[in-house]
């Protein structure tokens, strides 16, 4: 208050406490939520960092550093397993997602040309999300199992003899569930960056006798690339942290590293599982970055 | 564009893709109207009956399906869903009002709260686990996983704030502080009414999505489940229709939320046109 008081006799002493009381006031506004973040995002993260070289025994860790927890995890089988089942698992799926939903995006951002249906076909996909993530995924056990809705179909009509027991609890089936799971994701970022494409631009196309596939080839899909690139950001993040899925549908034959810690988490080694988290963080780090180099976001959005 | 056959194929095919994200959910309410306690979670239906929905709220009689442990859960997790809504909220709100001006190191900032809807659960959950443990604090709900829910929805409705802001005509409060009016009673008369269908909105957002979570809460929350660990509880075990009719009534309870939302938005939709008639006049 004094301060406000002095600093009406000088006119430039009076300028330089107001923009010290404007970065006061952006100052404690910011404040609350960075600190938040510091303390409960950053933190953990780190402490599972420093955690992955703490000493292991049987039930518990204590903080004497050591790289044995590093050299157990990529000396096993089971790890290394898991590490290569992620990475399988994400690339199907970010492949599946995109094949899958590519067209329907397609259908929803270039070809519907009326505003409000193109945004009632959107709000259709996005309303299954009202539904729990879990039992989503559960839903898939009645559809894909030996008597489930898919085998009975396909029986009734005749086109196998027998149930497939494939379907459920195998990869297969986990990456069946994570792509109707997911591929919203991927639908709306490209039905975005396509409805933005200036429609007479692909008329001129047409009108200099360009072929549908020559359209699309040389137009649509260079267009459309920074939906992709955002909409894989979106599936690979989800789906490197996955775990649920696996466990409802792969009956434990599918272990990701999410799965990893999960059951390191429950039998108590603290130390594995910050391992496997820290592998994972790595993981993820490289998929987004390589993604991210794929198109410059900032200058295409 | 006039490619007919083509768009015709593209409609086509997503009608398909619309009956495949629908498709499980569909079988999955059928089959909760599966008879009980001898019908099981497949075709073909036995008999129709409500069975499963009386099993949940414990109206039948015992069977050697033990009911879903809901009523505790849900009470937890309605309160820890609210806890996150108001907390995330506020946060969204006071931060992306810090946004709407130039500062330095802005860049950083924006990135540190947008990572904590980026970070997968289980990792965040697991480092959580671990700060607790080192620091010898006990893991619950309302506090360790709590401040994980929040971690995550805060930069969703600082993000649906700042795109609000975006938008916003920043005359209209230096107009009130020019009359004289003071800073707090500018906010409550003339910023929040502008604001307030983000602030519903960043409230839909947090609440859903801390209501729905639990690779957080997996590991931070202790021994009190909430109504997501206990679903994922049953995913070890045989599955019954139990769970699909609580699935059918969760999605019900989401579109009543929904419903709300929408009805508070026409509300204050039309309290706005109300308004500007009135000043016409």
Known sequence: MTMAATSQDRPAEAAASQDGKRS????????????????FLVLPIAMMVYVSFWTQTTFKIEPTLTLKSWITFFSSDTYIGALWTTVRIWLIVLVAT???GYPAAL?????????????ALLVLCVIPFWTSFLIRVLAWRPMLGKEGAINMILMNLGIVDQPIEVLLFSELSVIIGMTQIYCVFMVGPIAFMLGRIDPSVLEAAQDLGAGFWRIFRTIILPLSMPGVVVGAIFVSVMVLGEFATAAALSGRKVNLLGNIIVTQVGSLKWAFAAVA?????????IVVAALLRVVDLRKEL | MNATGIKFGLGLYTALFIVFLYGPLVVLGILSFQTGPEGGPQFPIIEWSTYWYRHLFGLTPPSRIAPLPIEQ?????????VMTMVVSTVLGVTAAQAFRRKFRGSGVVFYLIVLGMMVPGVLVGLGMALVANAFGIDRHWW?????LHVVYTFPFAFLVMLAIFNR????VEEASWSLGVSPARTFRKITFPLIFPGVLSAMLFAFTLSYDEFSRTLFASGRDLTLPLAIYGTFSVEVHPNVFAFGVLTTLFSFALLGTYAILMAMSVRRARRVAIQEEA
């Open chain 1, 24 to 39: 006061d006031r952006t100052f404690w506004l910011l404040a609350p939520g960075v600190i938040w973040m510091l303390l």
């Open chain 1, 98 to 100: 995109l094949v899958v």
């Open chain 1, 107 to 119: 259908f929803v951002g270039l070809f519907v040309r009326n505003k409000t249906l193109s945004t």
């Open chain 1, 277 to 285: 988290g820290v592998v994972l963080t790595v993981l993820m780090g």
């Open chain 2, 73 to 81: 859960a849900l009470v937890r997790s309605l309160t820890l869903a």
């Open chain 2, 143 to 147: 506090g360790t996983a709590f401040v």
């Open chain 2, 168 to 171: 916003f005509d920043p005359s």
